[in-house]
């Protein structure tokens, strides 16, 4: 745990700037002071440090985060090999089951799209690479708490608690650990709506050869779509073999 001590304001300050400006999209110096309760003054001079190392772009609207981001963003999916393999499998198994596939990694204790790929009959949703979510209301976050200990599980929801998205959300630790556990006796999670109102979703972790959790990969769609035998049998029976795999070429890449 950091202390504040260990902690400095300005970088801190930088960083409420970005993402207050991720948050609006654009926003103008007085805002900025405003919203983070700072003077004009000291915003500026924020800003034009960020504007100067091309983090920050002013426009006439105000001022909007720089591409530099998708560089930084870039880099960071492409470091990890296991990453660069999971978007081939991604883009594979959501053709063949013509729904949306992510693949999604545990970071401080939230799970985080890496890669994300929709078929020709997937339904859209508010999710892209980079977005962070509640580790326990989406299918591959699931898959990656039933991999990890109780130890581990325990200090995530410490921190973060069990925050509901939509009413199904799984908002009890009673009710979490049920699902955990059947996770682990199936191979696989089942999210009924507890991220997107009317999206069940199936995932399943993937680890690497010392059996480390690497991520989770799922396939999610309309409920309609994702019930009885499809729901029991063909998408999970799909999803595990494209998750062995992706370890196979993780293991022996």
């Known amino acids: ?46 800003l034009r440090t960020l504007e100067e190392r091309e983090y920050v772009v002013e426009r006439d609207d105000g001022f909007h985060l720089g591409l530099r981001f998708l560089d930084l963003g870039e880099f960071t999916r492409r470091c990890r090999p296991e990453y660069r393999l999971a978007k081939e499998k991604v883009i594979e198994l959501a053709d063949e089951v013509d729904e949306r596939v992510q693949f999604m990694v545990e970071e401080h204790g939230r799970a985080v799209y890496v890669h994300q790929h929709s078929g020709r009959h997937a339904v859209e949703a508010d999710t892209h690479p980079g977005k962070r979510v509640p580790i326990h209301a989406s299918a591959g976050g699931l898959a990656i708490l039933a991999e990890l200990s109780s130890k581990t599980v325990d200090r995530i929801v410490d921190r973060h608690g069990l925050p509901s998205v939509t009413a199904k959300t799984l908002s009890t630790r009673e009710a979490l650990e049920r699902e955990l556990q059947a996770t682990r006796e199936r191979g696989y999670s089942v999210n009924d709506q507890g991220i997107i109102e009317g999206l069940r979703a199936v995932g399943a972790p993937v680890t690497g050869p010392d059996g480390e959790v690497i991520g989770g990969l799922s396939i999610s769609g309309p409920i309609n779509r994702m019930e009885g035998e499809r729901l029991d049998e063909r998408i999970p029976s799909l999803l595990l073999g494209t998750t062995n795999e992706l370890e196979l070429n993780i293991a022996y890449q």
Do not use: N, P
Request: glycine content about 6%.
């Open 1 to 46: 745990m950091v202390t504040d001590d260990e902690t400095i304001g300005a970088v801190g300050r930088a960083l409420d700037i970005v993402e207050l400006l991720r948050e609006r999209g654009v926003a103008t110096l007085s805002t900025v002071a405003t919203e983070l309760d700072v003077s004009k003054s000291t915003a500026h001079r924020h």
